[in-house]
Protein backbone atom coordinates (compact mmCIF):
# COMPACT_ATOMS: atom_id res chain seq x y z
CA UNK A 1 0.00 0.00 0.00
CA UNK A 2 1.55 3.98 -0.97
CA UNK A 3 2.08 6.35 2.00
CA UNK A 4 -0.07 8.40 -0.21
CA UNK A 5 -3.19 6.60 -0.45
CA UNK A 6 -2.93 5.12 3.77
CA UNK A 7 -2.73 9.31 4.37
CA UNK A 8 -6.11 9.54 2.19
CA UNK A 9 -7.66 7.11 4.38
CA UNK A 10 -7.05 8.18 7.11
CA UNK A 11 -8.20 12.23 5.98
CA UNK A 12 -11.20 10.12 4.91
CA UNK A 13 -11.33 8.52 8.40
CA UNK A 14 -11.58 11.68 9.99
CA UNK A 15 -13.81 13.13 7.96
CA UNK A 16 -16.63 10.13 8.32
CA UNK A 17 -16.05 10.06 11.92
CA UNK A 18 -17.20 13.63 12.38
CA UNK A 19 -20.11 13.20 9.87
CA UNK A 20 -21.15 10.28 12.11
CA UNK A 21 -20.86 12.04 15.38
CA UNK A 22 -22.26 14.73 14.28
CA UNK A 23 -19.42 16.95 14.44
CA UNK A 24 -19.09 20.27 11.74
CA UNK A 25 -15.57 19.58 11.23
CA UNK A 26 -12.90 17.19 11.07
CA UNK A 27 -11.11 19.79 12.74
CA UNK A 28 -12.93 18.80 15.87
CA UNK A 29 -10.54 16.19 16.81
CA UNK A 30 -7.28 17.74 16.53
CA UNK A 31 -8.59 19.59 19.60
CA UNK A 32 -9.63 16.71 21.42
CA UNK A 33 -6.21 15.17 20.75
CA UNK A 34 -4.91 18.35 21.98
CA UNK A 35 -6.79 18.39 25.21
CA UNK A 36 -6.27 14.54 25.45
CA UNK A 37 -2.17 15.66 25.92
CA UNK A 38 -2.47 18.94 27.24
CA UNK A 39 -5.72 19.34 29.63
CA UNK A 40 -6.11 22.85 28.35
CA UNK A 41 -9.77 22.77 29.37
CA UNK A 42 -9.47 21.50 32.83
CA UNK A 43 -11.01 23.63 35.38
CA UNK A 44 -12.19 26.04 32.53
CA UNK A 45 -14.79 28.31 32.71
CA UNK A 46 -15.10 30.46 30.08
CA UNK A 47 -13.32 29.67 26.14
CA UNK A 48 -13.06 31.96 23.54
CA UNK A 49 -12.38 30.41 20.29
CA UNK A 50 -11.14 33.16 17.51
CA UNK A 51 -11.89 32.05 14.37
CA UNK A 52 -14.41 30.00 15.14
CA UNK A 53 -16.46 29.13 11.77
CA UNK A 54 -17.78 26.52 11.20
CA UNK A 55 -17.77 25.87 14.76
CA UNK A 56 -16.29 22.11 14.98
CA UNK A 57 -14.22 23.33 17.67
CA UNK A 58 -17.04 25.41 19.85
CA UNK A 59 -18.92 21.69 20.11
CA UNK A 60 -15.87 20.06 20.93
CA UNK A 61 -15.05 23.10 24.03
CA UNK A 62 -19.19 22.99 24.71
CA UNK A 63 -18.25 19.33 26.40
CA UNK A 64 -15.73 20.67 28.71
CA UNK A 65 -17.24 23.52 30.06
CA UNK A 66 -19.98 23.49 33.12
CA UNK A 67 -23.70 24.08 31.65
CA UNK A 68 -24.93 26.12 34.28
CA UNK A 69 -21.83 28.60 35.40
CA UNK A 70 -19.44 28.45 32.07
CA UNK A 71 -19.47 29.94 28.60
CA UNK A 72 -17.95 29.28 25.14
CA UNK A 73 -17.52 32.19 22.76
CA UNK A 74 -17.27 31.67 18.95
CA UNK A 75 -16.00 34.75 17.18
CA UNK A 76 -15.42 34.98 13.37
CA UNK A 77 -15.66 37.29 10.44
CA UNK A 78 -18.33 35.31 8.80
CA UNK A 79 -22.16 34.13 10.61
CA UNK A 80 -21.94 30.77 12.61
CA UNK A 81 -25.03 28.98 12.32
CA UNK A 82 -26.80 28.15 15.72
CA UNK A 83 -25.14 25.44 17.74
CA UNK A 84 -27.75 23.71 20.41
CA UNK A 85 -26.11 24.33 23.06
CA UNK A 86 -26.72 26.45 26.31
CA UNK A 87 -23.38 27.06 27.11
CA UNK A 88 -22.18 28.55 23.50
CA UNK A 89 -22.64 31.93 21.81
CA UNK A 90 -21.35 33.13 19.04
CA UNK A 91 -20.16 36.50 18.02
CA UNK A 92 -19.95 37.92 14.30
CA UNK A 93 -17.37 40.72 14.10
CA UNK A 94 -13.67 41.47 13.79
CA UNK A 95 -11.12 40.55 16.66
CA UNK A 96 -8.96 43.40 15.76
CA UNK A 97 -11.80 45.98 16.67
CA UNK A 98 -11.68 47.46 20.13
CA UNK A 99 -15.18 47.30 20.03
CA UNK A 100 -15.28 43.46 19.63
CA UNK A 101 -12.82 43.28 22.42
CA UNK A 102 -14.59 44.67 25.02
CA UNK A 103 -18.01 42.62 24.14
CA UNK A 104 -16.44 39.84 24.89
CA UNK A 105 -14.95 41.09 28.23
CA UNK A 106 -17.92 41.92 28.67
CA UNK A 107 -19.67 38.23 27.51
CA UNK A 108 -17.14 36.49 30.34
CA UNK A 109 -17.23 39.62 32.92
CA UNK A 110 -13.78 39.57 32.72
CA UNK A 111 -10.49 37.45 31.22
CA UNK A 112 -11.30 33.65 29.47
CA UNK A 113 -9.59 30.84 30.62
CA UNK A 114 -8.57 29.51 27.39
CA UNK A 115 -8.57 31.32 24.15
CA UNK A 116 -8.17 29.07 21.07
CA UNK A 117 -7.43 30.56 17.27
CA UNK A 118 -7.93 28.20 14.61
CA UNK A 119 -7.92 31.64 12.31
CA UNK A 120 -6.50 31.12 9.13
CA UNK A 121 -6.23 33.42 5.78
CA UNK A 122 -7.97 32.49 2.43
CA UNK A 123 -5.11 30.97 0.96
CA UNK A 124 -3.56 31.96 -2.84
CA UNK A 125 -1.36 28.77 -3.39
CA UNK A 126 1.86 31.71 -3.03
CA UNK A 127 3.43 29.78 0.49
CA UNK A 128 5.18 32.54 1.47
CA UNK A 129 2.65 34.37 1.20
CA UNK A 130 0.00 32.16 2.51
CA UNK A 131 2.29 31.36 5.45
CA UNK A 132 3.02 35.18 5.97
CA UNK A 133 -0.38 35.85 6.49
CA UNK A 134 -1.44 32.76 8.45
CA UNK A 135 1.55 34.14 11.22
CA UNK A 136 0.19 37.22 10.64
CA UNK A 137 -3.26 36.14 12.52
CA UNK A 138 -1.29 34.49 14.91
CA UNK A 139 -0.17 37.53 16.32
CA UNK A 140 -3.36 39.57 16.69
CA UNK A 141 -4.51 36.28 18.63
CA UNK A 142 -1.31 36.40 20.69
CA UNK A 143 -1.75 40.25 21.16
CA UNK A 144 -5.04 39.33 22.52
CA UNK A 145 -4.37 37.52 25.60
CA UNK A 146 -2.69 40.23 27.14
CA UNK A 147 -6.31 41.73 27.37
CA UNK A 148 -8.19 38.89 27.29
CA UNK A 149 -6.80 35.81 28.97
CA UNK A 150 -6.26 35.38 32.23
CA UNK A 151 -2.41 34.56 33.78
CA UNK A 152 -2.76 30.84 34.71
CA UNK A 153 -4.93 30.79 31.47
CA UNK A 154 -4.36 28.53 28.16
CA UNK A 155 -3.36 29.68 24.53
CA UNK A 156 -3.88 27.43 21.73
CA UNK A 157 -3.00 29.07 17.87
CA UNK A 158 -2.55 27.27 14.80
CA UNK A 159 0.30 28.30 12.86
CA UNK A 160 1.77 27.21 9.29
CA UNK A 161 5.50 26.08 9.22
CA UNK A 162 7.71 28.50 6.86
CA UNK A 163 10.00 31.57 7.35
CA UNK A 164 8.37 33.05 10.16
CA UNK A 165 7.53 30.71 12.58
CA UNK A 166 10.40 30.64 14.67
CA UNK A 167 10.92 34.42 15.16
CA UNK A 168 6.86 33.66 16.21
CA UNK A 169 7.50 31.37 18.62
CA UNK A 170 10.04 33.27 20.08
CA UNK A 171 7.55 36.00 20.32
CA UNK A 172 5.17 33.68 22.04
CA UNK A 173 8.17 32.66 24.54
CA UNK A 174 8.76 36.08 25.58
CA UNK A 175 4.95 36.12 26.69
CA UNK A 176 4.43 32.61 28.15
CA UNK A 177 6.27 30.52 30.75
CA UNK A 178 5.44 26.85 28.79
CA UNK A 179 5.39 26.95 25.04
CA UNK A 180 5.09 23.55 23.25
CA UNK A 181 4.50 22.69 19.45
CA UNK A 182 2.24 19.84 18.46
CA UNK A 183 1.06 18.40 15.77
CA UNK A 184 -2.77 16.30 16.09
CA UNK A 185 -2.59 12.89 14.39
CA UNK A 186 -5.88 14.54 13.25
CA UNK A 187 -4.20 16.76 11.15
CA UNK A 188 -3.34 15.63 7.45
CA UNK A 189 0.66 14.26 7.63
CA UNK A 190 1.46 16.59 4.14
CA UNK A 191 0.05 19.64 6.14
CA UNK A 192 2.27 22.08 7.12
CA UNK A 193 -0.14 23.86 10.31
CA UNK A 194 1.10 22.68 13.58
CA UNK A 195 -0.48 23.88 17.07
CA UNK A 196 1.29 25.88 19.33
CA UNK A 197 0.28 25.05 23.00
CA UNK A 198 1.12 28.04 25.47
CA UNK A 199 0.62 27.99 29.38
CA UNK A 200 1.09 30.66 32.28
CA UNK A 201 1.38 34.14 31.25
CA UNK A 202 4.32 35.76 31.90
CA UNK A 203 5.14 39.13 34.22
CA UNK A 204 7.62 40.83 32.49
CA UNK A 205 5.87 39.55 29.01
CA UNK A 206 6.77 41.29 25.89
CA UNK A 207 4.14 41.70 23.20
CA UNK A 208 4.94 41.79 19.69
CA UNK A 209 4.88 44.64 17.47
CA UNK A 210 0.91 45.82 16.31
CA UNK A 211 -0.33 45.60 12.52
CA UNK A 212 -1.56 48.27 11.31
CA UNK A 213 -4.90 48.29 8.38
CA UNK A 214 -3.80 49.90 5.23
CA UNK A 215 -5.99 53.09 5.79
CA UNK A 216 -4.07 53.43 9.27
CA UNK A 217 -0.76 54.34 6.99
CA UNK A 218 0.42 57.44 6.40
CA UNK A 219 1.86 58.79 3.39
CA UNK A 220 5.65 58.89 4.04
CA UNK A 221 5.36 55.20 5.89
CA UNK A 222 7.00 52.03 4.13
CA UNK A 223 4.60 49.91 2.53
CA UNK A 224 7.01 47.09 1.81
CA UNK A 225 5.23 44.58 3.95
CA UNK A 226 2.00 44.73 2.02
CA UNK A 227 0.81 41.58 1.38
CA UNK A 228 -2.07 41.16 -1.73
CA UNK A 229 -5.34 40.32 -0.72
CA UNK A 230 -4.15 41.58 3.13
CA UNK A 231 -5.66 44.19 5.04
CA UNK A 232 -3.09 44.44 7.27
CA UNK A 233 0.55 46.24 7.66
CA UNK A 234 3.74 45.40 10.29
CA UNK A 235 4.47 48.16 12.37
CA UNK A 236 7.82 48.44 12.71
CA UNK A 237 7.77 51.11 15.59
CA UNK A 238 8.14 49.28 18.97
CA UNK A 239 5.26 50.41 21.13
Known amino acids: MSSRWMHERKDEHYYNKAKEEGYRSRASYKLKQIQKKFRIFDNA ?3 LDL ?8 Q ?9 NGLVLGVDLNPIDRLPYDNVLTLEGDVRDEEVQHEILNFFDGKADVILSDMAPNVIGEW ?3 QYRQIHL ?3 ALRLCDKLLKKDGWFVVKIFQGGEHVKYIREMENMFQYVKNFKP ?4 KQSAERYLVAHG ?3 DRVLPKKPKRRNDLSEDEDEEAYIPGDQLFWD ?3 E
Not at 51 to 58: F, I, T, V
Not at 60 to 68: G, L, Q
Open 60 to 68: VASEYVDDD
Open 128 to 130: EVD
Open 45 to 47: KYV
Open 185 to 188: GASR
Open 236 to 238: EEA
Open 201 to 203: LKD
Open 138 to 140: ARI
Open 51 to 58: GAAPGGWL
